[in-house]
């Protein structure tokens, strides 16, 4: 089983850039994993951001992302990460790293593993 924990987060002015990372224990990635970060907005479910398949680096984001944050993994330290460029008061939301096994998804519910979540505020 694998734990995850995320750093980075913090408060910041619109424009701004932030990294976060998101640490694994317990066990490694391995070849099946994609590593996702979501993020969940005050009174909002969470929503996808982007995710990296492990080994082969394949990336996926959503929309509203593509352009201003980057997710790239360090495997000698089985971390990965988010670049978070120009950001704004519409980025502001608790960010949490997931992992799942099953193939590439955009839904929460199909990631069993998460962290406990970094808080980002983006003011304007």
């Known amino acids: 089983q694998v734990q995850l924990v995320e750093s980075g987060g913090g408060l910041v002015q619109a424009g701004d850039s932030l990294r976060l990372t998101c640490a694994a224990s317990?066990?490694?990635?391995?070849?099946?994993?994609?590593v996702a970060w979501f993020r969940r907005a005050p009174g909002k479910d969470p929503k996808f951001v982007t995710a990296?398949?492990?080994?082969?680096?394949?990336?996926a984001a959503a929309d509203f992302v593509k352009g201003r944050f980057t997710i790239s993994g360090d495997k000698t330290k089985t971390t990965v990460y988010l670049q978070m460029n120009n950001l704004t008061p519409e980025d502001t939301a608790v960010y949490y790293c997931?992992?799942?096994?099953?193939?590439?998804?955009?839904?929460?519910?199909?990631?069993?593993?998460w962290g406990q979540g970094t808080q980002v505020a983006v003011s304007s």
């Open positions: 317990g066990r490694t990635f391995t070849d099946n994993d994609y």
């Open positions: 997931a992992v799942a096994s099953s193939g590439l998804s955009t839904k929460p519910e199909d990631y069993p593993y």
């Open positions: 990296i398949h492990w080994t082969s680096d394949t990336t």
